[in-house]
Structure formats: structure tokens, C-alpha cells
């Protein structure tokens, strides 16, 4: 147990956390939204700082990030707890289930997930499976030792955190994937329990910091998929990011909460590929379902297939110099074939 960061302190021995844009008050012996972060006489602490329970060697396509390394490995850590309340989790064994229920794990220092991320031969850190704005502390931490071992840095988010805690983490981290659930107030707020207008302020911000961004929906049927969602948020990408963001839209199946499941996602997905590219987008994409062309990466001008990728795998990449061999025309991302 640390004292947390971004916090004040208030009247009646209460705290104010600014991690993230709930900024909750907390009453002494009361914890945050997250579950993880609670006051004690005065001052907050953070109860997960070091408390590994994820990790695994990822690709980095797993994230998504498709024009970040492409076919590279990105070692993953999580601790428990989420600030979020998604009906629809899919980690909620780890995210929705308070840290002191479970026997504590083992305190990791940030020393060792970089260096079990090097004997890994992993070329990136991702802070993922949970929300990593609520293990900030050693996020920040091991990020500081991670770009110092010459290893990359990754969010993959839910686009709430603070602007005064990205503004310290920035320099940090190089890429990030950022889920926007939907683009409906009411479903932000009836679904998710959050603001929309908050997450989009955020994405902007990521982006204004210089971090590779890539967005991801899950899309639900009959909750978020409509297309004037789907256009609301291809239209903002293009107007907000740039045409040259990439779009994860990935399938919905049961888990947590939600037990239902429409045999026409694979319709649904393949519509909002079209949507997105019909607004202007360059790079979009379709997940969970297997095979189809909706995993490549064509060049937008002249259509060739520039990435061959087959689920997390990457099986032939073609980009020259950053650049299509066909037509010259400069494909947007980092490190694109190595």
C-alpha cells in the first residue's frame, strides 16, 4: 500500500482523487469508484501498486494496435479494479471484483516487469486487461524504467484518465488504444455509467500529446450500433484525430451481464467498415470474427494489400520506408515493417 498521487485533501478529513474524471470525494475509510484507491485518516492511498494479477506476452495486434509495431510482442500487466461499471466486460473476473476479496498478489517491483519483459524479447510494455489510470502509480513507474531500458509504452484504456495525470505520463507513453464504447450520451451513462463528452476530451488530449492513438468499439446489437453512431464517431475521428487513425470495430459476445448474442454481428461490423470508410477514415478494421479481408491493412490509394494478418497474426507486411510500394503514398503508424 502507497500514497496515491493526484489527490487533495478536503474538509472533514475527506480527499478529492483527480486521477480520473469522476474526482471523487472520498470520506475517510471510504474508497473511490475504482475500488482500489482509499482514504485513511487524511490521505489516500493506492491498494494495488505492484499487485500484479495478469500478465502474459501478447501480440501487439492483441491490443489492437495494428500501425504500432505490427508483429511485435508486448508484455501485458494488469491489477484489479476499473473505474468503469460495463455491463458487458469482458475481464470482470479482475476488473468488477474489489482487490481485497482475493489473496493479495505478490508485490512486482517496476524493475521486474521490465526485466521479465526484456527476457521476453517483448519490445513494448502494454498496461491492459484493466483500466490502467487506476494502477497509475505503477504504471508510471515502470513506464519511467521501461523507456530507460529502451522498451515502448502502451495504454489500452477507456480514455477517463485526468488531464493533469496524462500531462505527467505523456512523455512516457508512445502509444495508446482507447475504447470508445458508443457515442450516445444515454449510453454512456446507462451502460458504461460515465460521460461521453469526458472520454472524447480525453481522446483529443492523448492525441494532442503526441501518444499513436487507435480507437476500438465493441459493438453491441441494438444498443450501439445504429448508424448514426457509428457515423457520429467516424465523423469525429476524421474531424478530431485525422483521417489517418485507425478504427478497430470489433464483435460482441456474452459475457458478464450481457447474455445475449445476434447472429447478424458479422453484418453489423462489416456495415460500420463501410461507414467509416464512407466518411473519410483510411485504415478500419473488424474483430472477433474470423478470417475475411476486414483484418488487412490496404493502402488508400492505390487498394493494395499492404499487411496480411490472420487473427493477431501478422503473415506478410509490404509497407517500404514507411511508404506503399505500389503507389509511394505514406502509410500513417510506427515501426510498420521491422
Request: charged fraction near 25%; hydrophobic fraction near 35%.
Amino acid at each position: 500500500m502507497r500514497e496515491a498521487s493526484h489527490y487533495s485533501r478536503e474538509e472533514g478529513g475527506r480527499v478529492r482523487c483527480r486521477l480520473c474524471h469522476f474526482n471523487c470525494l472520498i470520506s475517510d475509510g471510504k474508497r473511490g469508484i475504482c475500488t482500489v484507491r482509499e482514504n485513511r485518516g487524511g490521505t489516500l492511498y493506492t491498494l494495488v501498486y505492484g499487485r500484479i494479477c495478469a500478465e502474459g506476452v501478447d501480440p501487439v495486434e492483441k491490443k489492437p494496435l495494428f500501425h504500432f509495431m505490427p508483429g511485435s510482442l508486448t508484455y501485458s500487466i494488469a491489477t484489479r479494479g476499473c473505474n468503469f461499471r460495463c455491463g458487458f466486460c469482458q475481464n470482470y473476473m479482475i476488473s468488477q471484483l474489489p482487490s481485497d476479496i482475493w489473496p493479495d498478489e505478490p508485490e512486482l517491483s517496476p524493475e521486474t516487469v521490465v526485466g521479465r519483459a526484456v527476457a521476453s524479447q517483448c519490445t513494448s510494455i502494454s498496461y491492459t486487461y484493466t483500466e490502467p489510470s487506476i494502477f497509475y502509480e505503477f504504471a508510471l513507474d515502470t513506464a519511467k524504467k521501461a523507456a530507460e531500458a529502451g522498451l515502448k509504452n502502451i495504454f489500452v484504456t477507456n480514455g477517463y484518465t485526468g488531464r493533469e495525470a496524462l500531462d505527467e505520463i505523456a512523455p512516457f507513453l508512445d502509444a495508446a488504444n482507447i475504447d470508445l464504447k458508443g457515442f450516445s450520451e444515454s449510453f454512456y451513462r446507462d451502460v458504461v455509467h460515465a460521460e461521453l463528452g469526458r472520454v472524447l476530451e480525453t481522446i483529443i488530449d492523448y492525441k494532442n500529446h503526441g501518444i499513436w492513438i487507435e480507437l476500438t468499439t465493441l459493438l453491441i446489437p441494438g444498443m450501439n450500433d445504429s448508424e448514426k453512431e457509428l457515423r457520429g464517431i467516424a465523423s469525429f475521428m476524421v474531424k478530431n484525430l485525422g483521417a489517418d487513425t485507425p478504427w478497430h470495430v470489433t464483435g460482441f459476445r456474452p459475457a458478464y451481464r450481457f447474455w445475449r448474442y445476434d447472429e447478424k454481428e458479422e453484418t453489423t461490423l462489416e456495415k460500420a467498415r463501410e461507414i467509416g470508410i464512407s466518411e473519410g477514415l483510411n485504415y478500419v478494421y473488424t474483430g472477433n470474427i474470423p478470417g475475411g479481408y476486414g483484418e488487412d491493412t490496404f493502402c488508400p490509394g492505390c487498394g493494395n494489400v499492404l499487411i496480411k494478418r490472420e487473427g493477431f497474426a501478422m503473415l506478410a507486411c509490404r509497407v517500404a520506408d514507411g511508404r506503399c510500394p505500389g503507389c509511394g503514398r505514406e502509410i500513417a503508424g510506427y515501426r510498420l515493417c521491422h
